[in-house]
């Protein structure tokens, strides 16, 4: 009989993407209205406060501690659904771009790469839930040409995108999602969900800075596929402790200021750009491996993440890079009233997770 019931009972119209980062939870609830995605609420709670810290600093809480705070999150922004898709944090996953053998027919491909990726999971397969992505290259059993390093005796070769989440990750996010009542449809790792929300660009190769609280995440992305990757050990919380020590103002005054007054006007107290340059040299790295090992150049930069909400960032961003850099607006892929927009402008880049997420949520209805 509960067949029947699900069967016939009214669908849900609204739905909820939910971000779990390390310095804190984001919330948007969309809904769609004659096929658009029309923003009903959003929310934010910082985790610090929770494990006793400063707002935007990284947190380790406990599974128990993050559920609480994921009520309290939901209550406050009153999200009045129960549907979502949930992030998985990037350092909880691995993402491994390799070298396999092409086959013509799929399930021989499929074959392939389950066995091959053997050889790149650290653990055993079965602790994990596995999942890849061909990186689109024209026709593999052309590309044995010039710029291959292949011997031809070994056949072509196409580039895969191994996706792995260990199960008792899973499991974990499981069971936050029940102890807030909640029902997930998926989970997925918080690359994807950001290149649904924040990347125009559909074919060209595009680079992604999403500076988080602790890390910054930089790579690229090319026909919607992670092409690149790469972790920097530099993130926000340490922009806004190098203005803290600076100018001898708290964590919660220096991370005010960071996004009030911007690059200029911290500038005045400390130098963010001793970080920021860091950050970008990382970047400037990854931008020439890229180039050089494809021979394409990259289109533009996006700026996500809790760090691109720093005031004037785009400007100097600018400045560094000899190519276009956009502050992502994921908002922008949503309907909203007018007045709304400048705000929402403001804080996009730190949702840009939660965004993707409902969007591809959204997406079931």
Not at 285 to 294: A, C, D, S
């Amino acid at each position: 009989m509960a067949f029947f019931s699900n069967l016939f009972a009214k669908k849900e119209t609204s739905v909820v993407g939910i971000d779990i980062g390390s310095s804190s939870l984001k919330v948007v609830q969309l809904r769609k209205e004659r096929g658009q995605a029309v923003l009903e609420t959003y929310g934010e709670l910082s985790l610090g406060p929770y494990g006793g810290g400063e707002i935007g600093q990284a947190t380790n809480l406990s599974p128990e501690q993050i559920t609480e705070t994921l009520k309290d999150l939901l209550r406050e922004a009153k999200v009045t659904t129960k549907s979502c898709g949930v992030s998985i944090p990037y350092s909880r996953s691995l993402l491994t771009l390799v070298s396999l053998p092409y086959r013509a027919d799929p399930k021989e491909q499929k074959t392939v790469i389950e066995l091959e990726a053997r050889k790149y999971i650290p653990v055993p397969i079965s602790e994990v839930q596995l999942d890849w992505f061909v990186v689109p290259e024209g026709n593999p059993a052309q590309s044995m040409g010039n710029n291959s390093t292949e011997p031809l005796a070994q056949g072509p070769k196409i580039k895969v995108l191994l996706v792995a989440v260990h199960n008792d990750e899973l499991t974990q996010l499981q069971n936050i999602v029940a102890g807030a009542g909640l029902s997930a449809s998926f989970y997925e790792i918080e690359i994807f969900s950001t290149i649904r929300a924040a990347v125009l660009e559909p074919v060209k190769p595009v680079m992604v800075l999403d500076i988080g609280a602790a890390t910054t995440k930089v790579y690229v992305v090319e026909h919607g596929v992670v092409a690149l990757s790469h972790a920097v050990s530099v993130g926000s919380q340490d922009i806004t402790r190098a203005i803290s020590v600076s100018g001898n103002v708290s964590l919660t005054q220096a991370e005010a200021l960071k996004k009030e007054e911007g690059i200029s006007g911290a500038r005045a107290l400390g130098s963010p750009e001793l970080v920021f340059s860091r950050i970008f040299s990382e970047a400037r790295r990854v931008l020439v491996q890229y180039e050089t090992m494809h021979h394409k150049s990259i289109a533009s930069i996006v700026c996500t993440g809790g760090g691109a909400t720093t005031k004037e960032l785009g400007e100097y961003a600018k400045g560094v890079f000899a190519i276009d850099v956009q502050i992502a607006d994921p908002f922008a892929k949503t309907e909203a009233p007018a007045f709304m927009r400048p705000v929402l402008e403001e804080i996009g880049p730190e949702f840009a997770v939660a965004v993707g997420i409902a969007l591809r949520k959204l997406e079931e209805v």
